[in-house]
């Protein structure tokens, strides 16, 4: 037996019991219906009955034990006299009538839950993802290739034990998401790369002969299973660009708001306990210790394994240390991303960064919240690595296709160099776009071609008048604000779905107005207040016909679609967008 750090477990060939190959991706994408991993019924809710029966073993132990074994008085177990009911059986021989009934109980879940598994069926079409499951109550819920929003696979602690994953795909609306749960886990990610494959709008490739799986002993594959990557099992690429370091994560969790909160409300039991002397404060006092540790430990713990990546179907993100999830975005899914970095993080340079997407899965995030941070913490050259995988998809081949088309109108180029050129512009594009947040992440004043708030709008805005401010750039606005907590939010045009000026009396008695930009609920609000009323309206004019041309030259809903000539099979090529990320050189701060 033998085992290293980060390598294979190689148990005993006497001990290795083999388990079968798993079925392929194109075993579950055929169009016809296939049941769910045989181990759901019991992930899904029938641990309790497990649990409650080894309460009642454990309650019982004593009363079956003196029934198979009497005591010094030839006494088979209890009377019943106190009550017990299992005394009550063993002294009034009822012992063989409760075993009877609780066998029968067993037959009779174990019943419904082989038929609810039976009945649990899925399948996944040319265009949709369908799922059957109910006894009495049937319900079908479907899932449109072209509307998928994200596509996450958990692994919690107890399924990865029975080597099973919940793939869930996620769509715009409320209880819209469509989960698959349980399939095996190492099928789940060729399934989820089938499904994002066919939404993408390539076409299949060639298939070649089916390759000979030897099985793999079940010890071995659940170990490496739990020692993998979140990206997905047995997968080395595509690689995390960035690398969560433990006393970043550990310094951000200890500086954030709560610490405040937390700070404020141990300040205020001690206060009250020196000056009324009553220590039966501290029963709040406790349990409240108690809970930010959890908190603390929680968000840590989450995050230890974070990882962020670039495929060929998006962004794929990944987090957690016993029970792990991670989530792949495609592209023209993200509607707003927002940089912030509190006043406590900005000695060390620190960011996060979040996201508005049309919905989310059920997986929660290092925060116990939505899956919407793609950045717990990072340095500026973290945030330049994950804005270089978003940035391309969001802003780059949007705005390369609205400057392609009014080149092609002023006659100052061809089509066939148009197709030739486009990627390229894109990366052009996006780095143009980057190279703007860069300038306002810590920018203030019109640094970086912003327009910002007039000296009157101090009144509002004591200390981030001079900060506070937006502008347009190729295929996005953004809009900065905060001098204590900074942000800067980016909306990429295509993504944009309406815009507003906003103007109350106080505004209006002071000539300013607000710009609001509408995109999908979520954390971030993008809105820029105490602007000029002049510049406010003539930028509300021009980003709305912006976002109008951006969203006719938008084509990320099927991404891969336009990179694959008709007759083509699908494009070769490695799990790696294709527009990379910026070299390590591009910096924005000291990396600490």
């Not at 309790?48 to 030839?74: C, H, K, S, W």
């Not at 070769?572 to 591009?586: K, L, M, R």
């Amino acid at each position: 037996m033998s085992w290293t750090p980060g390598g294979d477990f190689t148990p005993p060939k006497d001990f290795r019991a083999q388990e079968p190959a798993p079925p392929s991706s194109t075993d579950f994408t055929d169009g016809e219906w296939h049941r769910l991993h045989p181990a759901t019924p019991l992930l899904k809710g029938g641990i309790v009955f497990v649990v409650i029966l080894g309460i009642f073993i454990n309650n019982a132990r004593e009363q079956l034990i003196g029934f198979f074994i009497p005591g010094p008085d030839g006494n088979r177990g209890g009377r019943g006299d106190d009550g017990d009911p299992v005394g009550y059986a063993v002294g009034h021989g009822l012992i063989g009538f409760v075993v009877l009934g609780i066998v029968a109980l067993l037959v009779i879940i174990i019943a419904i839950f082989y038929v609810s598994w039976r009945v649990n069926t899925f399948r996944v079409t040319a265009d949709t993802v369908e799922v059957r499951s109910g006894i009495l109550f049937r319900t079908n819920r479907r899932a449109r290739l072209d509307r998928i929003q994200g596509i996450n696979i958990e692994r919690r602690l107890l399924a990865r034990i029975f080597g099973a994953a919940k793939l869930e795909i996620s769509q715009a609306g409320h209880d819209a998401n469509v989960p698959l749960a349980y399939l095996r886990s190492a099928s789940a990610d060729a399934v989820r790369s089938e499904i994002l494959r066919r939404a993408s709008g390539t076409r299949e490739a060639e298939k070649g002969e089916p390759g000979q799986h030897q099985g793999t002993g079940v010890i071995e594959k659940r170990l490496n299973e739990f020692l993998a990557e979140p990206l997905g099992e047995g997968q080395t690429e595509p690689q995390s660009v960035v690398k969560m370091h433990p006393g970043r994560l550990v310094g951000s969790a200890i500086l954030s708001p709560f610490t405040l909160f937390l700070a404020a409300v141990i300040a205020a039991v001690i206060i009250s306990i020196a000056t009324t002397g009553q220590y039966v404060l501290l029963v709040v006092f406790f349990p409240t210790i108690l809970g930010s540790f959890s908190y603390y430990s929680r968000r840590v713990v989450k995050s230890l394994r974070y990882s962020i990546a670039s495929t060929r179907d998006g962004i794929r993100i990944g987090w957690g240390l016993l029970s792990t999830s991670n989530e792949t975005l495609p592209p023209g899914r993200i509607h707003s991303i927002r940089l912030s970095q509190p006043l406590a993080w900005r000695p060390f340079g620190w960011w996060e960064v979040k996201i508005n997407v049309a919905s989310h899965s059920s997986a929660k995030g290092a925060d116990n919240q939505a899956n919407t941070t793609i950045l717990p913490v990072g340095s500026a050259d973290d945030v330049t690595r994950v804005l270089g995988l978003v940035l391309p998809e969001l802003v780059g081949l949007t705005a390369a296709d609205v400057a392609a088309e009014d080149a092609l109108a002023r006659g100052e180029t061809t089509a066939d160099e148009v197709a030739a050129g486009s990627p390229q512009r894109a990366v052009e594009e996006s780095t143009r776009t980057l190279s703007l947040i860069e300038a306002g992440m810590t920018s203030s004043g019109t640094e970086g071609g912003f327009t910002v708030s007039p000296r009157r709008a101090a009144v509002l805005r004591w200390f981030s008048w001079r900060r506070n401010g937006f502008r347009e750039a190729p295929g996005a606005v953004l809009l900065r604000k905060g001098a204590i907590w900074r942000e800067l939010i980016v909306v990429p045009l295509p993504r944009l779905q309406s815009v507003g000026v906003r103007q109350g009396p106080i505004l209006r008695r002071l000539r300013l107005a607000s710009l609001e930009f509408h995109t999908v609920q979520g954390p971030i609000t993008a809105n820029v207040g105490a602007l000029d009323q002049g510049d406010a309206r003539d930028f509300f004019s021009k980003a709305a016909a912006d976002a109008v041309s951006a969203a006719k030259a938008d084509r990320t809903h099927r991404w891969l679609e336009t990179q694959v000539a008709p007759g083509a099979g699908e494009p070769q090529a490695d799990d790696a967008t294709a527009f990379p990320a910026p070299d390590a050189s591009t910096r924005l701060g000291d990396d600490r």
